[in-house]
């Protein structure tokens, strides 16, 4: 490679919690991408990060026009390099056996057959064995090794502090303990009333890392517990929210199919969980099916979660409830960005997400239909509570969207939605400007300060 032609710097994106770093970081690296010669690799600690997204998101194939290289750890813990995300994915085999060994060994050292010593000691021997048995087949497919050596030329990486810590992430904080770090938070979140931006005891300062505050109101949290220096705080409000990246997405998501639905409520995925039991999951999802589908005649289109098993569990509860019988006709599942599905949408329901901020940003209300109450690890003393006393969520309790807790509260929640919209929407939207001070252009303004300090600082 000649001297013109290499690039003059080089960045990493760190990606993890997973996908969800990308689709933050994603408007600031185009902006980046335009400058000249700079190099970003997406790197990619649990293989299951890149699994889990579908190849036919739109966030999937976005990514895949922005990354140079993807730097990935397979599943017997070895490091990779790949120059593309398909590559990658369809590097990291897992096959079904593979699987039932990695679930036993979980259930014999994580479950609750953990407390014998016996059995989770055989759960350990189990992922030895199973770990060296992937090494053996990875090996054998003489897939392309990656040299940590090379990280002596990364100017800068992209990353979530906030998820630093992650066990999976030890042996990146040692290779890279000494680069620049330029931080914003995974997802979109009301993170000034969560537990990470809420400590009880400061940690020790550090230098090296700048965060990018979707808010003010995040300033202290991200002083007390995670040591940044007050200078290092940097308001930019929420970079994937710019008109124009905004319009960039819908302008490269394929065109609509005959199969999908001119007007429809969207449902925001999330996985059954603790606080939204499979029984709980389901209940909501007929009560949504009864109200949108039935009462008022309109369709649903679920935008899935990643991590949504649509071929188990998860996918047992949406058939359940909303009918095998009625996909195609009264709804369907949808790979599409949020974006690209909000200008249809007349409304979103959530159970829990970040995606009705994002709604808000296109002047688009959401429903959370999530109950708390009963749930011990949820209704206790430490819980956020609505001013009715209910235990709630981030969202609700920062009334950014509209919380229900029953049918009922739905079928009203819905009547309000459809009769005052306007009304309902530039209440929601008031609160999203007082907490995050939104502007446009974000994504320049933070491509030009990290180009800026890891140009000339």
């Known amino acids: 490679m000649s001297l013109e032609n290499r690039p003059k710097k080089h960045i990493l994106l760190w990606c993890s919690p997973g996908f969800g770093l990308i689709d933050i970081w994603l408007p600031v690296i185009k902006k980046l991408k335009e400058k000249d010669n700079i190099k970003i690799d997406f790197v990619f600690p649990e293989p299951s990060s890149i699994q889990l997204e579908s190849i036919n998101s739109t966030l999937f194939n976005l990514a895949e026009q922005f990354v140079d290289d993807v730097i990935y750890r397979s599943y017997s813990g070895q490091w990779f390099i790949a120059p593309t995300l398909i590559e990658a994915r369809s590097a990291l085999k897992f096959s079904k056996f593979d699987e039932k060994m990695a679930i036993l060994s979980a259930r014999l050292t994580k479950g609750k057959m953990s407390k014998y010593f016996v059995l989770k000691l055989i759960g350990r021997y189990i992922s030895i064995i199973s770990n060296y048995i992937i090494r053996i087949k ?157 009462r008022h005649k309109l369709k649903l289109v679920v935008k899935s979660h990643p991590k949504e098993s649509l071929d188990g569990i998860d996918g047992d509860i949406y058939t359940e409830a909303l009918g095998l019988e009625n996909y195609g006709k009264t709804w369907i599942y949808s790979d599409r960005h949020p974006f690209v599905l909000g200008k249809k949408a007349i409304f979103s329901i959530a159970f829990f997400s970040g995606v009705p901020v994002d709604m808000l940003a296109i002047n688009k209300p959401t429903i959370e239909y999530l109950n708390l109450s009963g749930l011990p690890l949820y209704d206790n003393s430490d819980s956020l509570r609505s001013k009715d006393g209910e235990p709630v969520f981030q969202f609700r309790y920062t009334k950014l969207l509209l919380g229900v807790s029953s049918r009922s509260e739905l079928e009203s929640c819905v009547d309000s939605l459809l009769n005052q919209k306007e009304d309902v929407t530039a209440l929601l939207y008031s609160k999203y400007k007082y907490y995050f001070e939104p502007f446009d252009a974000a994504s320049k303004f933070v491509a030009n300060d990290i180009y800026k300090k890891i140009t000339f600082e």
């Open 138 to 294: 990875e090996n054998f497919w003489n897939r392309s090794r990656y040299d940590f050596g090379l990280l002596r030329d990364v100017s800068g990486i992209l990353c979530d502090i906030v998820k630093e810590g992650k066990f999976s992430n030890k042996e990146l904080r040692n290779e890279l303990k000494n680069i620049q770090k330029f931080s914003m938070f995974h997802g979109i979140a009301a993170l000034w009333v969560e537990p990470c931006l809420n400590c009880k005891q400061p940690i020790a300062k550090r230098s090296d890392v700048v965060v990018y505050s979707m808010s003010d109101l995040e300033f202290n949290g991200y002083k007390k517990c995670f040591g940044i220096l007050e200078k290092n705080i940097i308001h930019a409000g929420i970079p994937r929210h710019d008109k124009d990246w905004i319009e960039f997405i819908v302008n490269n998501s394929p065109p609509s199919s005959k199969d999908e639905f001119d007007s429809f409520v969207m449902v925001i995925g999330r996985p059954a969980s603790p606080y939204n039991t499979v029984e709980r999951k389901k209940k909501a999802l007929k009560d949504i099916y009864d109200i949108i589908c039935i």
